[in-house]
């Protein structure tokens, strides 16, 4: 799946750290990057319950953007 802004949404979702983690990945492996820390961090936020919105603001999730 292609998604040709995953950058700006990440930056826009992510924390400030985890936008970096992001970020330091290879350019060919940000999406994978993108995908497997947008589902560890959507499950984090669900498992906090903050609510979607909060995301960002609130503490960073500890995810890995490794892709095996």
Do not use: D, Q
């Amino acid at each position: 799946r292609t998604v040709p802004n995953h950058e700006e949404i990440a930056h826009g979702n992510f924390a400030p750290a985890e936008y970096e983690r992001l970020m330091a990945l290879a350019p060919e492996r940000r999406l994978a990057g993108f995908f497997a820390g947008w589902t560890r961090k959507e499950a984090c936020v669900k498992a906090i319950g903050p609510g979607a919105a909060l995301a960002a603001a609130g503490p960073a999730c500890t995810v890995s953007f490794v892709v095996a």
